[in-house]
């Protein structure tokens, strides 16, 4: 089975994302827009993983999340992967002030390592996916509208638990399976 941890986003939070995707839309372009359920900022994605090890990632949650109390998170600005380029794959929203969900998911990287599964090499960048960009008609205006919202706010909410899913690939898009929840204090 194909699995992720995350937070998931508040309904607020999502509302505004989906109206700056609404605006960013009409714009044109070939880009894959996140539907609303796909919605959320992804703490480590383990991939393909054989049923019988969901057990020892829940239990690595679990120890990650004991010393944590639950933490406001403000969801910030707009940018892409590569950083700005004229060229990205990845449109995104981000957090301001991301130290407290970075150390949350330094610490799940550690206990899912104890657990045998490898750590991530490159650095992680706490965001909200909100496209995947296909082609390049249309982008550079893209680029330039998202420039302008380097400080839009989307709103704030607290982290207070941290979700395994399953990802099923369909043709329409991904389907998300809640499969644990992990509390914190």
Known sequence: ???????????????????????????????????????HITLKFLGEVDETRVESIEKAMDRTVEDFKSFEISMEGCGTFPPMSSKPRVLW??????DPIMKLQERLEDELLKAGFQKETRAFHPHVTMGRV??????????????EMEEHPFGKMMVESIILFRSKLTPEGPIYTRLYEARLK
């Open 93 to 98: 929203v981000g957090l301001k002030d991301a």
């Open 134 to 147: 296909k082609g390049t008609s249309a982008l550079r205006r893209i680029v330039e509208e998202m420039r």
């Open 1 to 39: 089975m194909r699995l992720f941890i995350a937070v998931e986003l508040v309904e607020e939070i999502k509302d505004e994302i989906e109206r700056q995707v609404q605006r960013l839309k009409r714009l044109g372009g070939n880009i894959r827009w996140v539907k609303r359920p796909a919605m």
